[in-house]
């Protein structure tokens, strides 16, 4: 069963970080990753300081609930907040 797990991360570090366990750790393919601003400011990710719009969105497409749970608690390892499996 495919579960998505989505994290919010105050910074475009954080959120590029989380990406890089999930894919090199836990062998998510890149394809199943989405990575998206919440505020029209923080698209970019020039700074490294926490967004003033808004975070930055990670979202997972998983096909295994083992690696579901694996990019949860990577997401929490790495900065994550209002994290859910859905």
């Known amino acids: 069963m495919e579960r998505t797990i989505t994290g919010h ?6 959120a590029d970080l989380a990406v890089e366990h999930v894919v090199q750790e836990h062998g998510i393919p890149r394809p199943d990753i ?3 601003p919440l505020g029209a400011d923080n698209s970019a990710g020039s700074k490294s300081t926490p967004a003033a719009h808004g975070d930055i969105e990670v979202s997972v497409d998983c096909h295994d609930i083992d ?8 997401f929490e ?3 994550g907040h209002e994290i859910r499996m859905y």
């Open 77 to 79: 390892q790495t900065g």
């Open 34 to 36: 989405f990575i998206q």
């Open 67 to 74: 690696k579901a749970r694996a990019v949860k608690l990577a």
């Open 9 to 14: 991360f105050s910074t475009r570090k954080e």
